[in-house]
């Protein structure tokens, strides 16, 4: 399983990838997801911080991808240890498109 902090950096990723997809600045995203500032973003993209949990629906509807598909995402992400107890058949299997990867 991957670290605390490399998850926090794959979650930032796959969030980027997706903010990227949508066509949302920061700010735009931010606003969104009633998550705060700009900065704050860029902080959960680099991995310095993690996406609220209260913020999860917010972001999926912002990012376009369905809120199970991203609530499950986050949770391989920043709890894996709980995701292999709740899922351990989809351990194996891709939780997200290839296009939306966060390590490409």
């Keep these: 399983m991957a670290s605390t902090r490399e998850g926090r950096i794959r979650a930032g ?3 980027r990838s997706l903010r990227l997809k949508a066509g949302l600045t920061h700010l735009k995203f931010a606003q969104q ?3 705060g500032t700009y900065t704050r973003i860029s902080r ?8 609220p949990p209260q913020s999860h629906r917010a972001a ?3 990012l376009g991808i369905p ?5 499950k995402a986050m949770l391989y992400f920043y709890e894996p240890e709980w995701f292999a107890s709740l899922f351990p058949s989809e ?3 891709l939780l997200i498109d290839e296009e939306q990867s966060p390590d490409q």
């Design 13 to 15: 990723k796959f969030i």
């Design 33 to 35: 997801t009633e998550i």
């Design 91 to 93: 351990l194996s299997t």
């Design 44 to 51: 959960i993209e680099s991995g310095e911080d993690r996406l």
């Design 67 to 71: 809120g199970t598909k991203f609530a």
């Design 60 to 62: 999926a509807k912002a």
